[in-house]
C-alpha cells in the first residue's frame, strides 16, 4: 500500500492516526509546507519501507518510535527544521540503505548505534549543529557510497576506521573543527572521487598512502593548519580535475600535478612553497582557475606557463616570477582576471593583451615593467579594474583609455609617466577611484575629469608637474571623499564651488602656488595645516593661515567683485519695478497659501526641516507648494507608511517625497522606521542607494525627500509586458550588479555594517537610464560588533530569509538571501516563490534554464548568455536554507564585476538548475 501526498501545498500537522494504516509501505509527504512535530504513532507502521517527510516545517525531535520501522530502506528528513539530537533507536533499521538527515538543527553527537546499518549506502548528516567526534564504529558501514558531516561542529581526530570504507566515492568533512593529522588510512579508499575538509584544525603533513587515490577528482585541504611539503606520490592522482590547497604552511616545491586535460582549477595561495613550477603546468590545457598568489615560487612566467583556452581566473602575485609577460596570453580569450602584482616581472606590456575581451580585472602593479601602456588596452570593453601601479612604464597615457566605459578603479601611480592627461579620461563615466600620482604629468588637468560623477573613493593626481588654474567643474564630483592635488604647480584659488563636494573627508592643497580664501566647507575647515602648506597665498579661518582680508583678495577677485556690486544695483533697480505687480499676484494667492499653511505650516512651528543642499524653511514652503497640500494628483505611490509624491521645485528639480501617515494625537504611524531612515541614509553614500535629499520631522507632518527615479520601481517595471520587454537581458544584469554593490558596500564598507532587512523589488528604484537604486530604508539595521543582534520579524513576505523565522538573528546573510529572490525575479519576470519550494526536488532542480527564464524576452545569445547563466547560479547560492552557505555580498559583488566564469554548460537550451546549483560560485 502506497500513499504519495508529496509537493501538495498541505499545511497543518502530520495526523497520528496515520499510525493506524499498518500495511502501508511507502508514505511520502515531502515538499510541503506541514508543521508541528512527527507523531510517535508513525512507529506503528512495521511494514512501511520508503518515509520520506523532506521540505516541511516539522519541529519537534525525531521520535525514538521511528527506530521500530524495521522494514525501513530510505528514511528522509532533510530540510525539515526538527532539532534534538540524533536518538540512537535509528541503529535498529538494520536493512535502512539511504538516511538523510541534512540541513536542520540537530544537535548532539552523533550515536555509535549507527554503525549497526550495515546495508547504508547514503548518510548525510551535514549542515546541523552536531558536535562531538565521529564514532569509530562508522567504519563498520562498508557498503557505504557517499558521506557527507560537512557544516557541523564536529571535533576530534578524524578516525582512523573510516579507511575501512572501501566503497566510499564522496567524503565530505569540511568547515567542522577536526584537529590532529589526516590518517594514512585515507589512503585505502580506492573508490573514492571527492575528498573535501576544508575549514577544519588539521595539521601535520599530507599522508604519502593519499597517492593511492587515483580515481579522486576533487580534493579540498584548503584553509586547515597543515603543513610539510607534498609527497610525489600525488602525481598519480592522474584524474585530478579540482585541488584546493590555500591557506595552509606547505612549504617545498610543487609536484607534478598536470596530466593531460584533467585538472582544470589549482588554488594553492598563501603557503611557503618554493622553487619552479613544474614544467608540466605548461601544458596544462584544461586549467580553468590558477591562484598560487603568496608564495616564494621563482620562475620564469613566460616558460612556466602556456596558452589556456579556458582559462576564467588566473592569480600568480606576490611570488618571485620574473622574466617577460608572453604576447601569446593575448589567446586565452576567456580570461576574465589576470593578477601578476608583486613579482619581478620585467619587459614591455604586450599590447595583445588587447585582445583580452572578456578581461574584467588586470592588475600587474608593483612589477618592473617599462615602456608604455599599450593604447590596444582602449579595446577591452569589460575592464573595470586597471591597476599597473609602481613600475617603470614611461610615455603619455593614451587617449584610448576613454574608451573604456566600464572602468572603475584605474591606479597608474608611481610610473615615469609624462604629459598632459588626456581629456578623453572623462569619458570613463563609471570610475569611481583614480590615481595618477608620482609621475611626471604636466599641463592642465581637464575639466572635463569634472565628469567623473561617480568617483567616490580617491582622486590623487599629487607629485606631478601639473600646473594652471583647478577647473571647477571638479565640484561636480559630488560623491568624491578623498581630494589630493599637493605638490603639482598649480595656480590661481580653489574654486568657491568646492563647497558643493559635500562628501569630501580628506583635502591636500599643499606644495602649489595656490592663493586666495578657501572654501567654506567643512572638509577644508576642518583639515590639518599641512593641507595647505608651502602655497603662495592661500587665506581663511584655519590654523596657521593668515584670515582673509582685502590684502589678500586678489586684483582679478577684486575686479569680479566690482561687476558683482554693478549687477546687484541694475537687478535691485529691476526688483523696485516689479514689486508691484508680485504684491498684486500675492494678494490673489494669499487666501490659498494661508490655507495650506494653516493646516500644515503652523503644526511645524518648534521643529525642524533638514536637508544637506537647501534652506530648510523655504525648502519645506516650495514642498508644500509644489504638492499643493499634498494633493492626491502628486501620489505616485501608496504603502503602508504613507505616500510618495513628485514635487517640481522652483529650481526646476524633480524630487520625490515620501509622507508619513498621521495618527490621532498629531503621531506618526512609524516613527522609529522614520528614524532609522534618516540615519541610515545619512551615513552611506552610494551611487546605487537612493539619495536622501532632506527630511521634515514634527508631529503634524513628518516627511523625506529623495532624488526622483523617473521609470519607478522594479516591481511595476516586471508587471507591465511592455516595459518589462524594454529591460533586455543585459539591463537586466546591469540592475542585478547594481543591487549588489549596493548590499556591498552596506555590508563591508560602512563604519558598521547596514542590513537593510526589506531588499524587495518594490524597493529597487530604476532611473531613466534604467540603472538600479536601493531604497526604502525604514527597516534598516546596524550590526553592532559583539551584539546578539535579536530583532523583530521585518520584510516583505516572499523575500524574508527563512532562519529569520525561528532564531530573530539579524545578519547580512538575510540581506543575501533578499537578494538572491530579487535576482530571479529579474530574471524570470515574476516572483520565483514556487521555483524556490520547488529546488528541493529532483523534478524542479532537472527544469531547464530556458523555461524559468522571462518568456516575454528571446533567448539571450553569445556572451549575454554566459552572464545570465552565471547571474541564476549566483542567484541560487543566495538562497540557500543554511545561511552560511550564501556567499557575502562582497563575493557577489565582486564575481559579477568580472561577469563570471565562461561556463562549459552547452547548449544553452539544455542547462538545467541542478547545474548551476552544483557550480562553484
Given amino acids: 500500500m502506497k500513499l504519495d501526498l508529496s509537493i501538495n501545498h498541505l499545511n497543518g500537522s502530520i495526523p497520528s492516526t496515520l499510525g493506524n494504516l499498518t500495511k502501508l509501505s511507502i508514505l511520502y509527504l515531502d515538499q510541503n509546507q506541514i508543521s508541528g512535530s512527527i507523531p510517535s504513532q508513525i512507529g506503528n507502521l512495521q511494514a512501511l519501507v520508503e518515509l520520506t517527510l523532506f521540505q516541511n516545517n516539522l519541529t519537534g525531535q525525531i521520535p525514538p518510535a521511528l527506530g521500530n520501522l524495521s522494514n525501513l530502506t530510505i528514511l528522509y528528513l532533510y530540510k525539515t527544521q526538527v532539532t534534538g539530537s540524533i536518538p540512537p533507536e535509528i541503529g535498529n533499521l538494520v536493512n535502512l540503505k539511504e538516511l538523510d538527515l541534512s540541513i536542520n538543527h540537530l544537535d548532539g553527537s552523533i550515536p555509535s548505534t549507527l554503525g549497526n546499518l550495515t546495508k547504508l549506502s547514503i548518510l548525510y548528516l551535514d ?73 577544519n584544525l588539521l595539521t601535520g603533513s599530507i599522508p604519502s598512502t593519499l597517492g593511492n587515490l587515483t580515481k579522486l577528482i576533487v580534493l579540498y585541504l584548503d584553509d586547515c593548519q597543515l603543513s610539510g611539503s607534498l609527497p610525489q606520490e600525488m602525481t598519480n592522482m ?83 616570477l620574473f622574466g617577460e609577460l608572453s604576447p601569446h596570453w593575448g589567446e586565452c580569450q576567456n580570461l576574465t582576471k589576470l593578477q601578476l602584482s608583486g613579482n619581478n616581472i620585467t619587459g614591455r606590456i604586450p599590447p595583445q593583451f588587447g585582445q583580452l575581451g572578456q578581461l574584467g580585472v588586470l592588475d600587474l ?97 599629487s607629485h606631478n608637474s601639473l600646473n594652471g588654474k583647478i577647473p571647477p567643474q571638479l ?97 535691485f533697480s529691476v526688483l523696485v519695478l516689479l514689486f508691484a505687480i508680485v504684491g498684486i499676484i500675492s494678494s490673489i494667492y494669499y487666501q490659498r497659501r494661508r490655507r495650506i499653511e494653516k493646516g500644515v505650516l503652523e503644526r511645524s512651528r518648534g521643529n525642524t526641516f533638514s536637508t544637506w543642499n537647501y534652506d530648510g524653511i523655504s525648502t519645506f514652503e516650495d514642498i508644500v507648494e509644489a504638492t499643493e497640500g499634498f494633493d492626491d494628483k502628486y501620489c505616485i505611490g501608496t504603502g503602508g507608511y504613507g505616500k510618495v509624491y513628485k514635487a517640481n521645485l522652483p529650481a526646476g528639480q524633480l524630487v520625490a517625497v515620501k509622507k508619513l501617515h498621521p495618527l490621532e494625537g498629531g503621531y506618526q504611524s512609524d516613527q522609529r522606521s522614520f528614524r532609522n531612515e534618516i540615519k541610515a541614509l545619512t551615513e552611506i553614500r552610494h551611487r546605487n542607494i537612493v539619495k536622501l535629499y532632506g527630511f521634515c520631522s514634527h508631529a503634524g507632518c513628518s516627511f523625506l525627500v529623495y532624488e526622483y527615479m523617473e521609470r519607478g520601481s522594479l516591481a511595476s517595471i516586471l508587471s507591465n509586458d511592455e516595459v518589462a520587454a524594454q529591460l533586455d537581458w543585459t539591463l537586466r544584469v546591469k540592475v542585478i550588479k547594481c543591487v549588489a554593490h549596493a548590499l556591498s558596500y552596506m555590508h563591508h564598507d560602512c563604519t558598521l555594517p547596514i542590513v537593510h532587512r526589506d531588499l524587495s523589488s518594490n524597493n529597487v528604484l530604476l532611473n531613466s537610464k534604467l540603472e538600479a537604486s536601493v531604497s526604502d530604508f525604514g527597516t534598516a539595521r546596524l550590526l553592532i560588533p559583539d551584539s546578539s543582534n535579536w530583532t523583530t520579524l521585518a520584510g516583505t513576505c516572499g523575500y524574508i530569509a527563512p532562519e529569520l523565522a525561528y532564531t530573530m538573528r539579524v545578519t547580512e546573510k538575510c540581506d543575501v538571501y533578499s537578494f538572491g529572490v530579487v535576482a530571479l525575479e529579474v530574471m524570470m519576470g515574476s516572483h520565483p516563490g514556487e521555483l524556490i519550494s520547488s529546488l528541493s526536488s529532483s523534478s524542479g532542480q532537472d527544469t531547464l534554464l530556458k523555461d524559468m527564464l522571462d518568456p516575454r524576452l528571446s533567448d539571450p545569445m553569445a556572451d549575454v548568455a554566459q552572464e545570465v547563466l552565471f ?38 537550451h539544455a542547462v538545467t538548475l541542478r547545474q548551476l546549483m552544483d557550480l562553484k560560485v
Fill in 871 to 908: 547571474v541564476v547560479s549566483m542567484a541560487l547560492a543566495c538562497i540557500w536554507l543554511d545561511p552560511d552557505s550564501r556567499p557575502t555580498m562582497r563575493h557577489v559583488a565582486q564575481e559579477l564585476s568580472i561577469r563570471g566564469p565562461c561556463f562549459s554548460l552547452q547548449p544553452f
Fill in 475 to 571: 565640484a561636480k564630483l559630488a560623491s568624491l571623499e578623498i581630494l589630493n592635488l599637493s605638490h603639482n604647480m598649480l595656480s590661481g584659488s580653489i574654486p568657491p564651488s568646492f563647497d558643493g563636494m559635500v562628501s569630501l573627508q580628506s583635502i591636500d592643497f599643499s606644495y602649489n602656488v595656490l592663493e586666495g580664501p578657501l572654501p567654506s566647507s567643512k572638509a577644508f575647515q576642518k583639515a590639518p595645516t599641512d593641507a595647505f602648506i608651502k602655497n603662495k597665498g592661500l587665506c581663511g579661518e584655519v590654523q596657521g593661515l593668515q584670515p582673509c582680508n582685502a590684502s589678500s583678495i586678489s586684483h582679478g577677485d577684486a575686479s569680479k567683485r566690482h561687476k558683482v556690486v554693478i549687477l546687484i544695483i541694475l537687478l
Fill in 365 to 461: 602593479s608593483s612589477n618592473h615593467l617599462v615602456g608604455e601602456i599599450p593604447k590596444e588596452f582602449g579595446r577591452l570593453a569589460s575592464l573595470f579594474n586597471l591597476t599597473l601601479n609602481d613600475n617603470q612604464l614611461s610615455g603619455q597615457l593614451p587617449q584610448e583609455i576613454g574608451n573604456l566605459s566600464n572602468l572603475e578603479i584605474l591606479d597608474l601611480s608611481m610610473n615615469h609617466l609624462s604629459g598632459p592627461i588626456p581629456p578623453q579620461l572623462g569619458d570613463c563615466s563609471k570610475l569611481h577611484f583614480l590615481k595618477l600620482s608620482e609621475n611626471v604629468l604636466n599641463g592642465s588637468i581637464p575639466f572635463q575629469i569634472g565628469n567623473l560623477v561617480y568617483l567616490q573613493g580617491l582622486l590623487d593626481l
Fill in 127 to 199: 549542515q546541523n549543529q552536531i558536535s562531538g567526534s565521529i564514532p569509530s564504529q562508522i567504519g563498520n558501514l562498508q557498503a557505504l557510497v557517499e558521506l557527507t558531516l560537512f557544516q557541523n561542529n564536529l571535533t576530534g581526530q578524524i578516525p582512523p576506521a573510516l579507511g575501512n570504507l572501501s566503497m566510499l566515492t564522496v567524503l565530505q568533512l569540511f568547515e567542522n573543527q577536526f584537529s590532529g593529522s589526516i590518517p594514512p588510512e585515507i589512503g585505502n579508499l580506492v573508490n573514492l572521487k571527492e575528498l573535501e575538509m576544508s575549514t
Fill in 238 to 320: 592522474t584524474n585530478l580535475s579540482e585541488l584546493q590547497l590555500d591557506g595552509n604552511n606547505f612549504s617545498g616545491h610543487l609536484p607534478h600535478l598536470c596530466h593531460g586535460g584533467s585538472l582544470k582549477a589549482f588554488t594553492a595561495f598563501n603557503n611557503h612553497f618554493t622553487g619552479e613550477i613544474p614544467r608540466t603546468f605548461r601544458n596544462c590545457t584544461s586549467l580553468m582557475r590558477v591562484r598560487l598568489n603568496g608564495n616564494q615560487l621563482a620562475a620564469n612566467v613566460s616558460e612556466a606557463f602556456g596558452v589556456y583556452p579556458h582559462l576564467i581566473f588566473m592569480d600568480v602575485s606576490d611570488n618571485m
